[in-house]
């Protein structure tokens, strides 16, 4: 018979909606649990306090003292004071905020500070040594790779980290391997011509 | 003999571009005090109503939390809409932040929520309670569409004029032309997204004194604006805003993180940032839903006989927001009978705002799309087609242009995009699997100028320091500027300042319209040729001065000098004339006005042309714009580094308007529902390919006195149709709503 639905269909479908319930209950009341809990925490001081976290950030030790849910970004910028890097969502959307950390480029909005308690961070004001540019920042000038500059941390940070994991040569692969970093202005051919002037470089060194 | 180091016409790299690079360049957030305290701000879940209950007692108690504002507990303020109203406010009652119980749309800010870090006033935010009675709604323009009305007039009708007159007899000469078209254009909310967050830092001075960082395009603006609704002096507010991260107009108006920053910094006598997040990003100005209707006619030698362009905007309740949408199609093409409409539709969302090229994008949309139409209909190639209707003069006004070398972009732009090898018929070109389709589509923008102030000081060291009040929102106002300058004073930029980004400077309007580099850049000119004038007099009084006997235009200014044109070992150098100062800063003050007078005989206008290849692939219907050329006769351009980068942006804004990018609304819940960067789609960097500008030569002694006409908004206008015309090249589908996304052309 060409019935679309088996009685074994049908059974595993009414498993799945009763699945589906369960987990959304539970999901639920784990929601709750988490703002019952943020809300003692937070209302009852001395329930969590604020710890130490320390971070290497461009070379140079730094101690902060941060509640548990600060964002590596907002350590970075409203803690650290270093305000170069940008946030432009907070949800790991737009890329303003990358930094490298251990070696590796990550969104720091993504990234709670206390996870990376003990890493060492760059960040763009330490990209290059103090009163030098980076290859990509003097390419970036040149190659007017910005217009309102507010991406621009982010995707200089982006660029350097991409060109550690080794993995874009071609034009098209730079292209896709930058697209976590959005520029509004519009800089976008710019932004790609200045990483692959760097490339080049570092390919005929 | 003129200076030999002419800086205009150099492409000079951005003067801030080290700050840009290294992250020190401060935007409005980044301002870091002692003491400052972080704002969070509550934002209605319902799109109206009133609220009936309001409990901010739990987050109070949390310790760190400063305080919360609602409509209940916020400061008298002042009572006319006048004082609300800023530069750029519509006819119509400006919105009030915390103004009453009411709810006027989704999204409004209700609450402010104050505390000593970031964390805990947005977990503030969470504890306050706020109950709601809801009414009824309505926020789909298409389904209210009926209820269309004439716009309101104001102020803004000087700068936004409304429709031309008709013309001839629409209706009969469409009937009887050989050749019709008609057509509906649809394109949806779009919201700016600069990507920096809207930011303001009030700095509390004390004794009533306001020092704001805030994201803006005018500083003055924001400064009249807080002034006025707080009580404040002006001169006790100082707005500064000189790194502004992105803006295309969204910050033309005051937003309301402005508002609540000063208002609970002058409440709590404490410095506050107020920040919103990427989804308060949606809560206020927007391109607006626009419904258009074409019916263009030609006779069979492709003459274009009548035009008919109906636009229906969406606004609020409580502002008339215009566009000039159907003005630009009879600035183009000299039909005999025209037949121009604009109405606007209330919907309870907030006020639309001005979006980079606002109205032009939108118009050209549907009138470029039209001619490609009547292109295919009369068997005439859509680049001939409009040369066949090429007009030398503005007929929508009877006057001529100031200059208009669009005949140049259309040839240029041709050529250099090998225009002669696309082959006339739909689906007739392919690459692979890849449909291959070339598009054309012309672009008009209107070159302004509007009344601005700068001081030109010759500082004791021999430099030369420019003042103005203007912004700079990424389109190199700053190093164009000092291009300016320097070449008026015969200077080398490196002795060139231009300071800006500060209320306290000379007048300035807003940054916007593509009249910036016309309106600054004239009042820099005037400044700095009523400074030569003072400098010569000094110095033709100087004793034994070489000049005794000549006049102003004998001399020449060059390398930081004046210079006896007839003989030049004769000369007196800047610093010299200083010590012939008393060793005092030698400072002028210059308003620079439109010459009104030679300008209203002319037209003014940008105009381009944009060619575009798609590659569609026929199975799963994506789209990528392969390559593109925009040429551009915009005047002289002063900077073709930044100019060309802002034509770039544009063309890559039109790629996202054509293909992207769009605010979905739920017409149930009166809510945009994709109100985050990841949902709402702008090209990323895999998304751009080859793009290409061309600057045609273009001469204007009329527009004003450096010829120039603005590159902010005339990248982005002929782009979405050029694009909207490949797909039909490419597919023969012809899609008349933006963005065209994929399923449309399975």
Same mark, same amino acid.
Request: aromatic share 8%; net charge negative.
């Given at each position: 018979?060409?019935s679309?639905?088996?009685?074994e269909?049908?059974?595993?479908?009414?498993?799945?909606?009763?699945?589906?319930?369960?987990?959304?209950?539970?999901?639920?009341?784990?929601?709750?649990?988490?703002?019952?809990?943020?809300?003692e925490?937070?209302?009852?001081?001395?329930?969590?306090r604020?710890?130490?976290?320390?971070?290497?950030?461009?070379?140079?030790?730094?101690?902060l003292?941060l509640l548990?849910?600060?964002?590596l970004?907002?350590?970075?910028?409203?803690?650290a004071?270093?305000?170069?890097?940008?946030?432009?969502?907070?949800?790991?959307?737009?890329g303003?905020?990358?930094v490298i950390?251990?070696?590796?480029?990550?969104v720091?909005?993504?990234?709670l %500070?206390?996870?990376?308690?003990?890493?060492e961070?760059?960040?763009?004001?330490?990209?290059?040594?103090?009163?030098?540019?980076?290859p990509?920042?003097?390419?970036?000038?040149?190659?007017?790779?910005f217009?309102c500059?507010?991406?621009?941390?982010?995707?200089?940070?982006?660029?350097?980290?991409?060109?550690?994991?080794?993995k874009?040569?071609?034009r098209e692969e730079?292209?896709?391997l *930058?697209?976590?970093?959005?520029?509004?202005c519009?800089?976008?051919?710019n932004?790609?011509?200045?990483?692959?002037?760097?490339?080049?470089?570092?390919?005929?060194? | 003999m003129?200076?030999?180091?002419k800086?205009?016409? !150099?492409?000079?790299?951005?003067?801030e571009?080290q700050? +840009?690079?290294?992250?020190?360049?401060k935007?409005s957030?980044?301002?870091?005090?002692?003491?400052?305290l972080?704002?969070?701000?509550?934002?209605?879940?319902?799109?109206?109503?009133?609220?009936?209950?309001?409990?901010?007692?739990?987050?109070?108690?949390?310790?760190?939390?400063?305080?919360?504002?609602?409509?209940?507990?916020?400061?008298?303020?002042?009572?006319?809409?006048?004082?609300?109203?800023d530069?750029?406010?519509? $006819?119509?009652?400006?919105?009030r932040?915390?103004?009453?119980?009411?709810?006027?749309?989704?999204?409004?800010?209700?609450?402010?929520v104050?505390?000593?870090s970031?964390e805990?006033?947005?977990?503030?935010a /969470?504890?306050v309670?706020?109950?709601?009675?809801?009414?009824a709604?309505?926020?789909?323009?298409?389904k209210?569409?009926?209820?269309?009305?004439?716009? +309101?007039?104001?102020?803004?009708? *000087?700068?936004? $004029?409304?429709?031309?007159?008709?013309?001839?007899?629409?209706?009969?000469?469409?009937?009887?032309?050989?050749?019709?078209?008609?057509?509906?254009?649809?394109?949806?909310?779009?919201?700016?997204?600069?990507?920096?967050?809207?930011?303001?830092?009030?700095?509390?001075?004390?004794?009533?004194?306001?020092?704001?960082?805030? +994201?803006?395009?005018?500083?003055?603006?924001?400064q009249?604006?807080?002034?006025?609704?707080?009580?404040? +002096?002006?001169?006790?507010?100082?707005?500064?805003?000189?790194?502004?991260?992105?803006?295309?107009?969204?910050a033309?108006?005051?937003?309301?993180?402005?508002?609540?920053?000063?208002?609970a910094?002058?409440?709590?006598? !404490?410095?506050v940032?107020?920040?919103?997040d990427?989804?308060?990003?949606?809560?206020?100005?927007?391109?607006?839903p626009?419904?258009?209707?074409?019916?263009?006619s030609?006779?069979?030698?492709?003459?274009? /006989?009548?035009?008919?362009h109906?636009?229906?905007?969406?606004?609020?309740?409580f502002?008339?927001?215009?566009?000039v949408?159907?003005n630009?199609?009879?600035?183009?093409?000299?039909?005999?009978? /025209?037949l *121009?409409?604009?109405?606007?539709?209330e919907?309870?969302?907030?006020?639309p705002?001005?979006?980079r090229?606002?109205?032009?994008?939108?118009?050209m949309?549907?009138?470029?799309?039209?001619?490609?139409?009547?292109?295919?209909?009369?068997?005439?190639?859509?680049?001939?087609?409009?040369?066949?209707?090429?007009?030398?003069?503005?007929?929508?006004?009877?006057r001529?242009y100031?200059?208009?070398e669009?005949?140049?972009?259309?040839?240029?732009? %041709?050529e250099?995009?090998?225009?002669d090898?696309?082959?006339?018929?739909?689906?007739? *070109?392919?690459r692979?699997?890849?449909?291959?389709?070339?598009?054309?589509?012309?672009?008009?923008?209107?070159?302004?100028?509007?009344?601005?102030?700068?001081?030109?000081?010759?500082t004791?060291?021999?430099k030369?320091?420019?003042?103005?009040?203007?912004t700079?929102?990424?389109?190199?106002?700053?190093?164009?500027?000092?291009?300016i300058?320097?070449?008026?004073?015969?200077?080398?930029i490196?002795?060139?300042?231009?300071?800006?980004?500060?209320?306290?400077?000379?007048?300035?309007?807003?940054?916007?319209g593509?009249?910036?580099?016309?309106?600054?850049?004239?009042?820099?000119?005037?400044?700095?040729a009523?400074?030569?004038?003072?400098?010569?007099?000094?110095?033709?009084?100087?004793?034994?001065?070489?000049?005794?006997?000549?006049?102003?235009?004998e001399?020449?200014?060059?390398?930081?000098?004046?210079?006896?044109?007839?003989?030049?070992s004769?000369?007196?150098?800047?610093?010299?004339?200083i010590?012939?100062?008393?060793?005092?800063?030698?400072?002028?003050?210059?308003?620079?006005?439109?010459?009104?007078?030679k !300008?209203?005989?002319?037209?003014?206008?940008?105009?381009?042309?944009?060619?575009?290849e798609?590659?569609?692939?026929?199975?799963?219907?994506?789209?990528?714009?392969?390559?593109?050329?925009?040429?551009? %006769?915009a005047?002289?351009?002063?900077?073709?580094?930044?100019?060309?980068?802002?034509?770039?942006?544009?063309?890559i804004?039109?790629?996202?308007?054509a293909l992207?990018?769009?605010?979905?609304?739920?017409?149930?819940?009166?809510?945009?529902m994709?109100?985050?960067?990841a949902?709402?789609?702008i090209?990323?960097?895999a998304?751009i390919h080859?793009?290409?500008?061309?600057?045609v030569?273009?001469?204007?002694?009329?527009?004003?006195?450096l010829?120039?006409?603005?590159?902010?908004?005339?990248?982005?206008?002929?782009m979405?149709?050029?694009?909207?015309?490949?797909?039909?090249h490419?597919t023969?589908k012809?899609?008349n709503q933006?963005?065209?996304h994929?399923?449309?052309?399975?």
């Amino acid at each position: 018979m060409g019935s679309i639905f088996s009685f074994e269909d049908g059974f595993l479908f009414l498993r799945s909606i009763q699945l589906l319930g369960i987990i959304v209950i539970v999901s639920i009341d784990v929601y709750q649990c988490y703002i019952t809990m943020l809300t003692e925490i937070v209302e009852k001081p001395g329930l969590i306090r604020s710890g130490q976290v320390s971070l290497k950030v461009n070379g140079n030790p730094v101690q902060l003292n941060l509640l548990p849910w600060v964002s590596l970004l907002d350590a970075i910028r409203d803690h650290a004071g270093l305000t170069g890097t940008k946030k432009g969502c907070d949800h790991g959307q737009c890329g303003a905020c990358t930094v490298i950390c251990d070696g590796k480029r990550i969104v720091s909005c993504l990234t709670l %500070a206390v996870m990376k308690d003990g890493s060492e961070i760059t960040t763009i004001e330490g990209v290059a040594p103090e009163g030098d540019l980076h290859p990509l920042q003097k390419a970036f000038i040149e190659h007017d790779a910005f217009q309102c500059g507010y991406c621009t941390p982010g995707q200089i940070c982006s660029a350097i980290g991409m060109m550690k994991e080794g993995k874009a040569k071609s034009r098209e692969e730079v292209k896709e391997l *930058m697209s976590g970093n959005l520029c509004r202005c519009g800089a976008n051919t710019n932004i790609i011509d200045a990483i692959m002037e760097v490339q080049n470089q570092d390919a005929h060194e | 003999m003129e200076a030999s180091q002419k800086q205009v016409g !150099q492409p000079l790299s951005r003067l801030e571009g080290q700050l +840009k690079v290294t992250g020190t360049a401060k935007y409005s957030g980044d301002y870091q005090v002692p003491g400052l305290l972080y704002g969070y701000v509550i934002n209605s879940t319902i799109t109206k109503g009133k609220i009936t209950r309001l409990d901010t007692g739990r987050a109070k108690a949390v310790p760190g939390i400063v305080e919360v504002f609602t409509y209940e507990n916020r400061p008298s303020l002042a009572w006319f809409d006048l004082q609300y109203a800023d530069m750029d406010a519509p $006819p119509g009652s400006p919105f009030r932040p915390l103004q009453d119980e009411e709810i006027l749309y989704n999204g409004q800010p209700i609450g402010l929520v104050v505390a000593e870090s970031f964390e805990l006033a947005r977990y503030g935010a /969470t504890l306050v309670e706020v109950e709601c009675e809801e009414e009824a709604f309505e926020t789909d323009l298409r389904k209210e569409a009926s209820k269309a009305r004439s716009p +309101k007039i104001g102020m803004a009708t *000087m700068l936004k $004029p409304l429709p031309p007159r008709p013309k001839g007899k629409f209706e009969k000469a469409y009937q009887e032309s050989p050749a019709q078209v008609s057509a509906e254009y649809y394109h949806g909310t779009e919201h700016h997204n600069p990507l920096e967050l809207f930011a303001t830092t009030t700095i509390y001075e004390g004794d009533g004194k306001l020092t704001i960082y805030d +994201k803006t395009q005018g500083t003055i603006n924001s400064q009249l604006y807080v002034s006025n609704i707080f009580g404040l +002096k002006y001169k006790d507010v100082r707005v500064i805003s000189p790194y502004v991260g992105g803006a295309f107009g969204s910050a033309l108006r005051p937003q309301y993180q402005l508002f609540l920053s000063v208002m609970a910094a002058l409440e709590l006598k !404490q410095s506050v940032l107020v920040t919103l997040d990427r989804q308060q990003m949606f809560t206020f100005g927007h391109r607006p839903p626009t419904i258009q209707q074409t019916r263009f006619s030609a006779d069979m030698d492709g003459k274009v /006989t009548a035009m008919n362009h109906l636009a229906i905007g969406e606004t609020s309740r409580f502002e008339d927001y215009t566009e000039v949408v159907v003005n630009w199609s009879h600035m183009l093409y000299p039909a005999a009978n /025209t037949l *121009m409409q604009y109405k606007l539709v209330e919907l309870d969302v907030y006020s639309p705002l001005d979006m980079r090229s606002p109205g032009g994008s939108t118009g050209m949309h549907a009138i470029e799309s039209t001619m490609d139409e009547l292109a295919y209909k009369t068997k005439i190639d859509p680049l001939q087609l409009r040369l066949i209707n090429y007009s030398e003069d503005d007929v929508s006004l009877n006057r001529p242009y100031s200059s208009k070398e669009l005949r140049q972009c259309y040839l240029q732009g %041709a050529e250099r995009f090998g225009w002669d090898k696309r082959s006339p018929e739909p689906r007739s *070109m392919r690459r692979g699997n890849k449909l291959v389709g070339y598009g054309m589509a012309t672009g008009i923008w209107e070159a302004n100028q509007l009344p601005a102030k700068a001081d030109a000081i010759l500082t004791t060291d021999g430099k030369l320091r420019v003042n103005s009040a203007v912004t700079d929102i990424g389109t190199g106002t700053l190093t164009v500027m000092t291009q300016i300058a320097a070449d008026e004073l015969g200077m080398k930029i490196e002795d060139v300042e231009f300071l800006y980004g500060d209320s306290k400077k000379p007048f300035a309007p807003i940054q916007g319209g593509s009249f910036t580099v016309s309106t600054v850049g004239s009042a820099v000119k005037v400044a700095g040729a009523a400074l030569k004038k003072k400098l010569f007099s000094i110095a033709k009084k100087m004793k034994d001065s070489v000049f005794s006997k000549a006049d102003l235009k004998e001399v020449v200014f060059e390398d930081s000098r004046i210079f006896l044109r007839s003989d030049r070992s004769k000369s007196v150098s800047f610093l010299e004339i200083i010590e012939a100062n008393g060793g005092k800063p030698i400072k002028v003050s210059k308003f620079s006005v439109p010459s009104l007078l030679k !300008q209203k005989k002319y037209s003014r206008a940008t105009h381009s042309a944009a060619f575009v290849e798609v590659e569609v692939d026929e199975q799963l219907g994506i789209v990528n714009v392969t390559r593109a050329i925009t040429a551009v %006769a915009a005047g002289k351009i002063i900077n073709p580094k930044t100019a060309r980068s802002q034509i770039l942006g544009g063309m890559i804004w039109g790629i996202s308007k054509a293909l992207r990018e769009e605010t979905i609304q739920d017409f149930n819940l009166g809510k945009y529902m994709n109100q985050n960067l990841a949902e709402y789609h702008i090209p990323v960097h895999a998304d751009i390919h080859e793009l290409d500008v061309i600057f045609v030569e273009e001469n204007d002694e009329i527009v004003n006195a450096l010829g120039v006409k603005g590159v902010g908004e005339i990248g982005l206008v002929a782009m979405p149709p050029a694009i909207a015309n490949a797909i039909y090249h490419a597919t023969g589908k012809r899609i008349n709503q933006l963005p065209i996304h994929f399923d449309s052309l399975l």
